[in-house]
């Protein structure tokens, strides 16, 4: 798989516990951070949800990371330069500017310290322990966004 196409779909019960999930933010209630996204279309400029992890690091820099690769929301947010982050009634509306591969080894590093309980499954065996180089060779098939 090229890592700047590399998605992997949801499959079997995924889908249907996805819908379930995304509930919660909607709802209110985050799990570890994580907050209902919404991005316009980039084809229809409709507002298109889903959840996401949001990673807060030491300095306070607020970070998305897309496990999944290069998905829908990964790609309308960069067509879009920002989107909407939201938790109950509250919306906060941000921009996005991507990291380059070189720059997400810590920031991947944390994500899988944080979450890999939850995505582990996919980074292909690669863990919070893996080395530099191992986390530098997958990085360009994992989407990191700084926003603010």
Do not use: C
Request: charged share 25%; hydrophobic share 40%; no cysteine.
């Amino acid at each position: 798989m090229n890592a700047s196409t590399r998605y992997i779909a949801p499959t079997g019960i995924e889908p249907i516990m996805n819908k379930v999930m995304n509930l919660l933010p909607k709802l209110g209630i985050s799990v570890l951070n994580s907050r209902l996204l919404a991005v316009r279309g980039r084809k229809s400029g409709e507002w298109r949800t889903t959840m996401v992890n949001l990673m807060v690091t030491d300095d306070g820099a607020r970070y998305l990371v897309a496990p999944r690769g290069h998905t829908q929301w990964v790609k309308n947010l960069r067509a879009a330069g920002g989107g909407e982050l939201r938790l109950g009634r509250k919306t906060e509306e941000f921009t996005a500017a991507e990291v380059p591969d070189a720059d997400k080894v810590p920031l991947l590093r944390q994500y899988l310290k944080t979450w890999g309980w939850e995505v582990g499954r996919f980074f292909e065996g690669v863990t919070k322990d893996a080395t530099d180089a191992e986390l530098a060779a997958i990085a360009p098939g994992f989407p990191v966004f700084r926003i603010g």
